[in-house]
């Protein structure tokens, strides 16, 4: 769902989130989270290493949270939520993430946000579990978590360049002429992906292994894990087709949009997740219908007042948050004790009103620690030098794919930017270059002579690279360069022979305006010099010209 100028970044910040959340949760991850001998808001170092966990026997050791499977399974099981939990976060703040200060954010977070609130809910050392928090697989640890993270970090790096025009002129408040934000006037190029296949492909492989998530922590093959993988897929169908509905009635008219239905799918699931293994099967239809339903209308406020790129906020925060506190209403004892979990009290379907008290502590404690927390990194690594979460605006504009990682996701990027360049090895070299040269944010509003003169540099190797290749689009991107140049009322320097002018955009388009007209009237003049002279030429000619002519007509009839 991000622009194809992102699309290898967007992956690689999952990959490199996945690696480093594994050798944190190898080291002291697991026994933070889930190693007895600690207290009720973190674990012990006992499991330290995945150390200690194999007791007397390998195969038959369990964890208290897993009776039935060796505790090495429990813990790489585990890791897989801890892995994908922080990766959730940075859809929030897609495009515009600087790489490297993402590696240690994420080794941070997990260490300092994600492991306690494991513990709180799952372990049962933990005060959430103690108390009686119900969160089958992860509604609160992970969904509450990750959301919040997300929206504590758009919150502190601000919207992309150009999303604030486009916010609101959805409203038809302002309307801006600036070149630079005319992309921002179309609504798809914030809104819809680059690559609408993919996104259902992943929407679907997505699909398949939340019946992982919610159907393995029932950790046995049981009655249980029977009931969480059918919640599972009946929450995603509701809800991907109340988006669907939503959508097409309030926005598309006739048409039904396929990234609509697949959002609904993820809202449903989310929303099902704390209950999946709690609640009867007919239950899960109100569940996905309520996660996409809150979801949805989510989407239409929080897109007014904060940047979240890919809707992490609205989709996981609002549905998992839904999934929750319905949990506290429908949670069911017989489901959990007939099909082999362990015991619980049940919601208000067994008549334990205070079940609603405990799911609203347990989300809201999770939610503001990750929030205020998630802030506290982010201001902690914004001091130290070298790192800074916010991308440059010109790393932003040629797209993180080849300012970050130096490739690019396609052979032919399309006209979003300048990822045509891609294409050509020394023009990549030489933008890489011209990046490191910039070691501020740029302001939009007032360009200085010296950047200006740095993307003079940049469009110069630009026209270097189209004369190596003839069969690129000259016109064509050299507008793209155009629109990167900068903003109506921008100082654009002009170097001549003489001396060095600086001039307005406004009195450069009147100077292409004369120059046109010039051209024009100098044709003109040609044009009527040219008949002038044939005239004078065929006055002093003899009448022989005047016979060939005739020939020559007679023989083309």
Known sequence: MTKR??????????????????????????????????????????YFLFLNLDGNNLLTTAHPNAPTIPNFLFGIYQCMFAGITPALIFGSVAGRLRFRTMCVFVLLWATIVYCPVAHW???????????????????????????????????????????????????????????????????????????????????????????????????????????AFINTHFAACAGAVTWGLLDMILEKGKYVSSIAICSGAVAGMASMTPGAGFVKPPISIIFGISGSLCSYLSTKVIRLVVDDSEDTFSVHGFGGSSGVFLTAIFAAQDIAVDGGGSWI??????????????????????????????????????????????????????????SQHGESAYLNQGDET?????????????IRRLLKKEKRPLNRDRKSEEHNKDWDELLELYKEGTELDPDMDKGHESK?????????????VVESDDETVERTEEEEEEKEVKKRKNRKGKKKRKSVDGLNGENGQNEDEDGSGESQGVHSSEDNV
């Not at 190898?26 to 674990?43: D, E, H, K, V």
């Not at 914030?190 to 992943?202: D, K």
């Not at 079940?355 to 205020?372: D, I, K, P, T």
């Not at 130290?384 to 991308?391: E, H, K, N, Q, T």
Request: one cysteine or more; aromatic letters at 16%; a neutral charge.
């Open 480 to 492: 793209e360069m155009e629109d990167m140049r900068g903003s109506k009322g921008l100082v654009k």
């Open 121 to 227: 809910i799952w372990s049962p050392d933990g005060w959430g579990y103690k108390l009686g928090v119900l969160d089958f697989a992860g509604g609160i640890v992970v969904h509450a978590t990750a959301s919040f993270a997300g929206l504590a970090m758009a919150i502190f790096m601000r919207g992309r360049y150009g999303y604030k025009d486009y916010r609101w002129r959805m409203h038809r408040l302002v309307k801006s002429e600036d070149p630079f934000y005319q992309k921002a006037h179309k609504a798809e190029y914030w809104e819809l992906g680059h690559n609408v296949p993919l996104i259902i492909i992943g929407t679907a492989l997505l699909w398949f292994g939340w019946f992982g998530f919610n159907g393995g922590s029932a950790v046995a093959a049981n009655g249980q894990a029977i009931i």
């Open 5 to 46: 100028k992102n699309a290898v970044s967007t992956i690689m910040q999952s990959i490199g989130t996945l690696a480093i959340v594994t050798l944190q949760w190898w080291f002291w991850g697991y026994s933070l989270a889930f190693a007895p001998g600690g207290g009720r808001f973190y674990g012990s170092l006992k």
């Open 418 to 430: 300048v990822e045509g360049l891609g294409q050509h090895e020394h023009v990549v070299r030489l």
């Open 345 to 402: 009290h049940g919601g208000w379907w067994n008549k334990h009103f205070i079940q609603l008290g405990y799911q609203l502590a347990g989300f809201w404690a999770a939610a503001g620690w990750s929030f205020f927390m998630t802030l506290l990194i982010c201001c902690l690594l914004e001091w130290i030098p070298g790192l800074g979460f916010r991308v440059t605006a010109q790393e932003e504009e040629i797209g993180l794919d080849l």
